[in-house]
């Protein structure tokens, strides 16, 4: 039976071992290591921990199969996905997860569907779906899903034109949030990449978008040096007068959390007295704009950061009423011409 130790800080701490492997031609073995207030708590997760470690995966419950899940995965999935995936381990799944996963069949799935689409949207839907499906694939490969999911519902956006801008930007007192959205306007950053740019990523008119600073799993926020997608890390070239506002700032170019900005935001559209709209929709005003004035998508993908052209296509390429109504005119004018 392991034993514990008790550490300089006056907690237990037992080993349990793990696993053997064959490095550079030697056997290396690794241990778990359990940590608690007393020495009966941390052998018991030691213990527990050894009877689980070769239990056979058809035997878990839901509940324990996406704990290993996320244990397994957590190295690789982004902070904010694993918060995410967190949260909906604790809150989407109900009495399925103190289902064995061998006994977890399309039909139990799609009951289980049924309920959840009752006061969750179809996107919910399909990312509490996906997640599960995820687990049930990794412990049991052979394990084959098919349910019916809720129709997609269409959300509409607002997207602010140019005078909407205009207004905006005359009720904006934070330096912070005014750049934030002169960034976000004029060169499409996400809010996470605006938070992570650095003076060093400025070089002339051209900032290189290398950083983001995300939600981190346990609280508060940490900066990954990897952006979203193999798409993100890119360079967008500024109006110069985007760039003097950012000039004379040593290290990051906003000094307020993510979070700051969409209340700031918030509060300057409502005083603004402007539609509703999301700091996240100036990077559609900015590609409306583009693609309205016949700039290329394959440009605006880049300048984007889009690695495919769905989202895109779907959500990013709205047409402003008030430029809608200008080339509307334009092309009214032309069929009257042939009427004529």
């Given at each position: 039976?392991p ?10 701490r037992?080993q ?7 490095i ?36 878990l ?22 918060r995410?995936?967190v949260?909906?381990?604790n ?8 289902m064995?996963i061998d ?8 009951e289980?569907?049924?309920?959840y ?8 839907c ?5 997640l599960?499906?995820?687990v ?18 269409v ?10 801008i ?6 904006i007192?934070s330096?912070?949030l ?12 996400r809010?996470s ?32 040096d990897?952006?979203?997608n ?5 360079s967008v ?6 760039i ?14 993510p ?10 559209r ?6 509703h709209?999301r ?7 900015s590609?409306?704009?583009?693609h ?7 440009y ?13 296509k ?13 080339i509307?005119a334009?092309l ?9």
């Amino acid at each position: 039976m392991p034993t514990a130790r008790k550490t300089k800080s006056g907690k237990w701490r037992c080993q349990a071992f793990d696993r053997v492997e064959i490095i550079d031609g030697k056997r290396k073995y690794f241990h778990k290591s359990f940590t608690a207030r007393t020495k009966h708590e941390a052998e018991r997760m030691a213990v527990e921990f050894l009877q689980n470690k070769n239990r056979p995966s058809s035997d878990l419950r839901l509940e324990e199969a996406i704990d290993k899940y996320l244990e397994i995965k957590r190295n690789v999935l982004s902070p904010s996905t694993y918060r995410r995936y967190v949260s909906m381990r604790n809150t989407c799944y109900g009495s399925l997860l103190r289902m064995r996963i061998d006994h977890i069949d399309s039909q139990v799935v799609q009951e289980w569907v049924n309920r959840y689409a009752i006061d969750h949207s179809p996107k919910s839907c399909r990312n509490a779906t996906g997640l599960l499906t995820a687990v049930l694939k990794t412990f049991l490969p052979s394990t084959i899903i098919y349910i019916k999911q809720p129709q997609n519902s269409v959300t509409e956006y607002y997207t602010p034109s140019d005078s909407d801008i205009t207004r905006l930007m005359q009720e904006i007192a934070s330096p912070d949030l005014r750049r934030a959205v002169l960034l976000a306007a004029f060169g499409t950053l996400r809010r996470s990449e605006i938070c992570g740019l650095m003076d060093k990523d400025i070089d002339g008119d051209v900032i290189t978008i290398r950083r983001a600073k995300v939600e981190a799993p346990g609280g508060g926020y940490v900066v990954k040096d990897y952006p979203k997608n193999d798409s993100s890390n890119r360079s967008v070239i500024y109006p110069q007068f985007v760039i003097d506002e950012l000039s004379g700032i040593d290290g990051f170019l906003i000094k307020i959390q993510p979070n700051s900005i969409s209340q700031e935001f918030r509060h300057a559209r409502g005083r603004a007295g402007l539609p509703h709209f999301r700091f996240h929709d100036l990077r559609a005003y900015s590609v409306s704009i583009a693609h309205a004035i016949g700039i290329p998508d394959v440009y605006l993908m880049e300048r984007g950061g889009w690695k495919t052209d769905s989202t895109f296509k779907k959500v990013y390429r709205r047409a402003i009423s008030d430029e809608n109504r200008e080339i509307s005119a334009k092309l009214n004018a032309h069929f009257e011409k042939l009427h004529s």
